[in-house]
């Protein structure tokens, strides 16, 4: 059977402007800019002869021809992702490649593989360090464990371990500008993750404080180990996770000025968590599933993890895009 069928590409940003009612919201998910998914749009709709959107008040308005043709693109771009998939699988099937959190990685990973890899002598376990969530469509990355708030769309999540903070700074720094009260901190540079996050402001509005009311401006660093340093050095009051602070707390290196629980009180939608991604809809190969399930029961032991997890044990996959982004 011959198909008559326009190029790839303009059918999947077709896909992603439907399904976000956006072409600048499609151009980032398919790393495009937005110019070169409105060209992408209008490729396919002078292919096909038909006008598939309309700009309306409230953005995008899908035509009726657009509705119908969706129905088929969907479920066409699944089936082609299921066989690639399938293809990856059964050439690949010893080898396993994930992109994980540095942090992660080195506190809790790389340490508890021999655990998982003793039942598995042959596979080819391939583990690349990265902040940043990673484009499944331009890698082989089989898995990803990325720290954030979750809800990001078109992959499939689960909720690994929430992130706990604590706010630290030197006994010098304290010394000689006391942090007695909330009012305080705004007299600290504030050290923060770059990745995006709104844990200061969630912090203030916990305090009772305005974003306004801080003088000094942040300092935004890139990993976990860079705000150790700075919060080392001096630089600032800054955010650390739980289990570096309590041991940096307990050497008398640094101190925690309204304690190492503060942020127990932060609700958990606002709480960053390390999550494990993988494609939505591509199927689980057996050795996806056996790591994720190895990973959710090491992260289930207060012991293992260094503090008790809020999150509940056992974890679930989400269907991301099913979730809020925050």
């Known amino acids: 059977m011959k198909y008559k069928l326009p190029p790839l590409q303009p059918l999947r940003v077709f896909e992603s402007v439907y399904r976000h009612g956006s072409i600048r919201k499609a151009a980032d998910e398919l790393c495009l800019t937005p110019q070169a998914a409105s060209q992408q749009l209008k490729q396919l709709e002078s292919a ?28 066409g771009l699944d089936a082609l992702s299921q066989g690639l998939e399938a293809v990856r699988a059964h050439h690949n099937d010893a080898q396993f490649h994930i992109q994980v959190s540095p ?14 890899t003793k039942d598995y002598p042959a596979l080819d376990l391939r583990i690349s360090i990265g902040v940043e969530l990673p484009s499944f469509d331009t890698s082989d990355l089989d898995a990803a464990i990325v720290w954030g708030y979750g809800g990001v769309d078109h992959l499939d999540e689960t909720p690994l371990l929430e ?19 909330a009012q305080d901190l705004a007299h600290h540079r504030l050290i923060s993750p770059l990745t995006h996050n709104s844990l200061w402001r969630d912090i203030y509005a916990m305090l009772g404080l305005q974003p306004g009311d801080k003088h000094v401006s942040p300092m935004l660093l890139h990993t976990h ?39 127990r009180q932060l609700p958990m939608d606002r709480t960053p968590k390390f999550h494990l991604y993988t494609r939505r809809g591509a199927g689980e190969r057996p050795i996806q599933a056996s790591f994720r399930q190895w990973l ?16 509940p044990q056992g974890g679930s996959t989400i269907e991301a895009s099913a979730v809020s982004p925050s």
């Open 103 to 116: 942090y992660f990685a080195t506190q809790y990973l790389i340490r508890s593989l021999p655990s998982f």
């Open 48 to 75: 096909l002869e038909v006008q598939l959107f309309e700009r309306g008040t409230r953005g995008l308005l899908a035509s009726a021809e657009a509705q119908t043709l969706y129905h088929y693109v969907e479920q």
């Open 296 to 311: 959710l029961d090491k992260l289930a032991s207060s012991d293992f993890i260094g503090y008790t997890s809020r999150l």
């Open 163 to 181: 992130d706990l903070k604590v706010i630290v700074a030197t006994p010098q720094l304290l010394a000689e500008h006391p942090v007695e009260t």
């Open 225 to 263: 180990d860079a705000m150790l340093q700075a919060v080392l050095s001096g630089q600032g009051v800054g955010l650390l996770s739980y289990v570096d602070a309590l041991s940096y707390i307990h050497s008398g290196k640094l101190l925690a000025p309204f304690g190492p629980e503060l942020l």
